[in-house]
């Protein structure tokens, strides 16, 4: 009886073992790109797999970052990643003829980006910023929209801030230090970083200048939307499921940003306040801030017209429903 029992036990193991293992072959593994490496906003990329999020949608989750969108849709294009975090004026690519499309918009009005100058600037104002030279990421790229945006807003005319495109702002921190630059159009957390450490202030954030505004979108490569939908819609869910998750969760998603992000405790708290209502939970897309959108891309002369919204994203998996 006892050696039947043994056998009985040591099937049911074996059995669960084999069925774990199936579990785990069955994870897909998905390559993830953000467009910059110290944004606050694409977090839910790590808190989504430090939870455990994704697997639970049968994701297995690589991320990586580079250095602003046109090297994310540069990625996309050669196949390199499965899925890009990029921003609203990015989709301009994808009017333009790119293998990739937006699938879903993930942040709203852009507060994670504000202008940054040196602790010792003699920019005080806004107004200071008239003829200046700003660093952005990459020409066509979010950094570079809103430069323009604050000119045009100010009265100044799209060219009245000069830019500089240094890439990331491992690049453009160094220039602003040696005064090579006036400023950068960077992430507000990274302001919050420099502004503890005494070494620079946020001048203003660009929340005013664009407060109807998808900022932030998820780029998948046209392939794998029309080859593998099944795997867009899972990872979709993970990322939104990961927002929700981050909104009930203060703490954790701050424990994440001091780990990822090297933020302290502070900057980490601060930051998630300041942020945290910009993310939205279904992936819509809002008819008024696409408007702004297309506006931005002849504005920024990255389109000879207005693309129609078939041209830049699909509602295919929208809304997503974690």
Do not use: C
């Not at 004026?89 to 790119?98: D, E, N, R, V």
């Not at 010792?120 to 660093?135: H, Y």
């Not at 570079?144 to 045009?152: E, G, I, K, P, Y």
């Amino acid at each position: 009886m006892q050696s039947r029992r043994y056998r009985l036990m040591s099937a049911v193991m074996i059995g669960a073992s084999l069925l774990g293992l199936a579990n785990a072959q069955a994870a897909d593994k998905v390559r993830a790109a953000k467009s910059a490496d110290v944004a606050w906003s694409f977090i839910p990329l790590d808190v989504g797999l430090e939870q455990g999020i994704y697997a639970k949608y049968g994701i297995d989750l690589e991320i990586s970052s580079l250095g602003g969108d046109a090297k994310v849709q540069q990625a996309l294009a050669a196949d390199s990643v499965d899925f890009g975090l990029g921003s609203g004026p990015g989709m301009a690519f994808t009017a333009k003829g790119a293998p990739q499309m937006a699938v879903a918009a993930f942040a709203a009005e852009p507060r994670n980006i504000s202008v940054i100058v040196g602790q010792d600037s003699p920019i005080k104002t806004v107004a200071d910023l008239k003829g200046k030279l700003i660093s952005v990421t990459t020409a066509g790229s979010l950094t570079d929209w809103l430069v323009h945006r604050v000119a045009v807003k100010e009265g100044w005319g799209v060219d009245g801030i000069r830019t500089a495109a240094l890439g990331s702002f491992s690049a453009s921190f160094p220039a602003l230090q040696t005064h090579q630059i006036d400023g950068m159009m960077a992430a507000t957390e990274a302001g919050y970083i420099l502004e503890e450490k005494g070494q620079a202030r946020v001048l203003v954030g660009m929340e005013k200048y664009a407060p109807k505004f998808h900022t932030h979108v998820i780029f998948a490569r046209k392939a794998l939307i029309t080859g593998n939908p099944d795997l867009v819609n899972r990872f979709l869910k993970g990322f939104f499921a990961s927002i929700i998750y981050m909104k009930a969760n203060k703490e954790k998603t701050s424990e994440v940003a001091q780990k990822v992000l090297h933020h302290s405790p502070a900057v980490a708290a601060k930051t998630y306040d300041y942020e945290i209502s910009m993310l939205e939970t279904d992936g819509h897309f809002d008819p008024a801030a696409v408007a702004v959108l297309k506006d931005s891309y002849i504005d920024m002369k990255m389109l000879d017209s207005k693309p129609s919204d078939d041209q830049l994203f699909t509602t295919q998996f929208l809304p997503v429903k974690p």
